[in-house]
């Protein structure tokens, strides 16, 4: 789909995911999907057990391809954790990730307001109706390639700096181990037998 | 470590300090100061001459002072890199009249008086954070007598003394009468489980080492009498219960209880524990000829100086935090910057080992394909609406804007400097400044939308994605219940939050609004967040001018560690939710609306 097309009117898919029962045991889903099927713009809106899942992805996929998606709304956990996840399953379906929007069903409604299932639910539909108001005005995006250095600063030349130089170096890259001390080595080599082989430390 | 020490492609620089650091993933610049080690490393053969004609003697510390060393030496046999090292602190000074032995003494001349303190820059794509852990020092817990009684010892200090590379050539010996101890205490969490004093967390390593020691101790003396206290012993690692199934058959005896009380036997040297036994609910006393605190570990007193040249988060133990507990347990929140070993938290060897492995294989991951996509969350300023102010080239905390009044030609964004923060389009007077992915218009219907049905009864609040919306997350993680009526607006820094927003949200009917973000210093965007909170003190001046109450915008900074401090901060929100009334409510939203019409009329009679 060129970003043109994306452009066009917003034909929005809402997925509110139950996660199991972390999200349901607190939120009402199907009434949040029902309440988003409502919503200006969006097409379609449903509930499933576990979004994220590879039915979950497909559904979602199909949906683009079947209703002419050009706006996703994934309600689900925090997009600190699957933002990633369902960038990478619209895009696979051909929509721009940057016009997929996540509303944290999870670690911001569900999980903190276990015991009040009314307000929890209420406060699903609102967040639900913020990213679509929010998918609205969203633009394809192209990411920025930048050149990355191939080298490492390590700070500190204990055994765990000390390791990941040399697994780097091994790799390839070059590194810089900066330790403050006059020799790299850290606690562990002031140690004389170590646990769990009871050998000797250097 | 010798390996590090060879391998062509590390370059090792100890006595070193990591200056500055600049940039972003793929493309840091860090300045390294290398401190003058007054000795040719590369040409040092650590024979040991210099040291033998120093007159200086000071305590070594790598023994735990409990030997000497001179003002020239070499930390420990093993050292890397294997050359001396002059303490010129310590040192009586070049100056012939004064001294100068040891470059006399040198033969092959590596000893060099004028060697100056080097400053090196380097680029790197990727950061692995290693800083490690200290020791607790037991001086403040005065009941164990620590500072008092010459028997008394570190678990450290026991390391050094049976060491046989250390100060006794690995004879346990007591400080008092330098006579082998028969009979050994070891008191456990000395600094660590505590809620009053040292440190609340579980050190994670002290109850291994102590049941490695007593195995140690038997073997060099099996005639010895050893008893450990404890709250509980954690021995849950690979192996480790069978270790301490090996010390409990070699006869060491393992009492419930912490001593209160350490005291000292004047006549002897002797120590005598009081202790309550909980498995048996008795009052006991003990004697021991030695005592061993098994000492716990703490972040290093200057972690605060690399985290906060990094922009990186700690938790509430002062431990590096990670970007998931579980999912991403190497990572930290920026993108490029990993943990390895004890920065992250308490941990033997293999732990430390297995991280570090882990820290290497995400950065050459992210490495290996030699370039990188960044997110294309970048400003861009609208050139027919910029009025040529310069504000946003100001407010920039990566220079990425690049203005210049003479040129008459509208601001300019760097894409590839600009890392997203939104400062720029949140100052911009001209609202010249388009922020993809975070647009005015995005957020405004935001905005809308949470205060479309029942304005009165909502909290909106402005979340910065790397703080306090991860501190929501975290209060999320550990189900942590506040009030039910909140709404977070998430932005990627709480600098994007333009004064609008806020306005917006008060002419929408909202009765408080909350802005918040990173603490000042943690800032993912350098010191983007010091803007936010220029920016909010301009409107509270405003508020007080239009009489409107200022608290009702309040201002936190919350980080991601800071799960309960969200909680706190909602449930004060609600208070003072509750605290507006209807009428201060109708009466906001005429203010608002009078001051509104006289902008636009001004705005009129300026065109
Ligand atoms: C008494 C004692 C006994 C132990 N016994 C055992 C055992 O038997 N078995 C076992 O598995 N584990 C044992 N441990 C734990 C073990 O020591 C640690 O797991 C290990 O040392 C952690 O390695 P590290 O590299 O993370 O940290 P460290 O060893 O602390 O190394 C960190 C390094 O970073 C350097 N550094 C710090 N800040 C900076 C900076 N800003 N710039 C440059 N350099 C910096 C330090 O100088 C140091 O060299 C013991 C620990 C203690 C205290
Ligand atoms: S998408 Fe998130 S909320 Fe849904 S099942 Fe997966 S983890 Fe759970
Ligand atoms: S000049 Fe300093 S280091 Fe050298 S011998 Fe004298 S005191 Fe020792
Ligand atoms: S978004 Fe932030 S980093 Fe980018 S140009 Fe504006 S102020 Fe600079």
Known sequence: ?202 | MADAGRHPNITLLTGSEVKSVKGYVGNFTAKILKKARFVHEDQCTACGDCAEVCPVVVPDEFNEGLSSRRAIYQPFPQAVPSAYVLDIKNCLGHDPIKCGKCAERCDKKCIDFDMKDEELEVKVGTIVVATGMEVYDPTVLDEYGYTRYANVLTSLELERLINAGGPTQGQVVRLSDRRRPRSVAFIQCVGSRSQKRGNPYCSNICCMNTIKSTLQLKEHYPDIDLKVFYIDIRAFGKGFEDLYRRSRLEGAQYVRGLPGAVREDPATGDLILTVENTATDKLEEHRAEMVVLATGVHPPEEMHIVQEMLALQKCSDGFYLEAHPKLQPVDSATKGIFFAGCAEGPKDIKESVTQASAAAARASRLMSPGRLLVEAITAEVHDEACTMCGICAKVCPYNAISFDKKSGRPAKVNEAACAGCGTCAAECPASAIHMHHFTDDQINAQIDAILEEDPHAVIPVFACNWCSYAGADFAGVSRMQYPANTRLIRTMCSGRVREDFVWRAFQRGAPVVLVSGCHIGDCHYIDANHWTEKRVKRMWRKMEKLGLRPERLQLEWISAAEGVRFRDVMQRMEELRQSVSAQELAETLRILQEEADRTAAKRETAA
């Not at chain 1, 713009?41 to 996929?61: F, L, M, T, W």
């Not at chain 1, 699957?82 to 997929?100: D, I, K, S, W």
């Not at chain 1, 170096?169 to 070059?174: L, Q, Y």
């Open chain 1, 1 to 202: 789909m060129s970003d043109d097309k994306q452009a066009l009117e917003p034909r929005v898919g809402v997925y509110v995911c139950h996660c199991g029962l972390n999200i349901a045991g607190a939120v009402d889903c199907a009434a949040v999907a029902e309440y988003a099927e409502g919503l200006d713009n969006v097409v379609v809106a449903r509930h499933d057990g576990y979004c994220c899942s590879e039915p979950g992805q497909n559904r979602i996929k199909e949906d683009i391809a079947q209703h002419r998606l050009n706006r996703v709304v994934v309600a689900s956990c925090s997009p600190r954790l699957h933002e990633p996840t369902f960038r990478q399953c619209v895009a696979a379906a051909g929509l721009n990730p940057y016009l997929m929007e996540m509303a944290n069903l999870r670690e911001q409604c569900s999980w903190v307001h276990s015991h009040e299932p009314q307000a929890a639910t209420a406060k699903a539909k609102d967040l639900v109706r913020s990213a679509v108001a929010r998918t609205r005005g969203l633009s394809a995006r192209h990411e920025i390639e930048v050149p990355m250095d191939q080298a490492t600063l390590v700070i500190g030349g204990g055994v765990a700096g000390i390791q990941a130089a040399l697994d780097l170096a091994d790799d390839g890259f070059k590194v810089f181990l900066v330790e403050k001390q006059p020799s790299i080595g850290g606690m562990m080599a002031r140690l004389d037998k170590t646990y769990p082989t009871m050998d000797c430390s250097i």
